[in-house]
């Protein structure tokens, strides 16, 4: 049987001796406790050689490394490895020292560098500039086909909803009872404190920039909470009362399906665990009745007891 020998300083390892073994050869203790290790595989080698933007690597990682074609940095135009961090979004790569060194990011979508600040929000990159909803688009084309699906859960919108674009302070304040003590900086935390689109005495409050599939699934939510505030003579859907937790539950809930049926899944999946707090109402009921009821069913269900609800508790 042939003597183990050590791969870098070819003294014989003696049997019991413990050793390192990677890429099918064996390093002894002596020079595993010497040696610098490759940055990618932690190989302890002699031979360490230097990758430009990735480091020191050993013999066998520099062979896989110079074959692999990685990607290009958006910003720096630098090389990102395959096996290395980095940021990936709009179809783009951003290194990890770019990432890093960002001096603002995109509110909606923190992309590590904007083009823009908008005013009441924050930073936007040019990918979220371009294709978010603001004051200034033309709404027409999302609002119609909303409102013939929302018929289906019964409920008659208005075509023409009064928008305000506002801070998103401001949207997210009227929906929190202690509005002062919330600190966020990006849109994936603050659909975790509320809506980004809120009903309100006759007007939604929009954030000043919105991308649109999530503007589509909480819009459904607030023309709902609207078209109840019509029928029953309301204001809002604030407060205590079992009426008003099952008008938010279901508001939420149309919310959900909107994002469901157009697929909209990381959408769907934030709707159906936040905001944590009194806004979903009895969401959790109707999403439980889902598993086991048709739609049509679930629609019944929440105008029968609206109805009987708002008899008892109005
Ligand atoms: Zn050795
Ligand atoms: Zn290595
Ligand atoms: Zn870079
Ligand atoms: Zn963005």
Redesign the pocket.
Known sequence: MPKDSCYSCRKEIVSGQSFYEDHGVKVCISCFRNLKRCQKCKFPSNQLLQVKGFGDVCEFCYQSLSKEEGMTCYLCNGKIWTSASHYA??GKFVCQSCFKNAKT???????PH?VNEISGQGG??????EK?LTRESDLKPMLSPLGSFLEKFGHEVSSKPNLLWVNWKLVIGMQQDNPNNIELQFFDELVRFGYPVYYLKGLYYVIPSIPRKWFMAYMAGQLVAADICRKYDLFHLRGNSPFLGLARGWSHWVSYSTAKTLKYDRVAKVISRWPESSLPGNFQKFLAMSEFRKPAEIVEFAHDNLKTYAKKYL
């Open positions: 979004d709009h990011r995109c509110f909606t979508c923190r992309f904007v936007v990159c040019e990918f979220c500039a978010n």
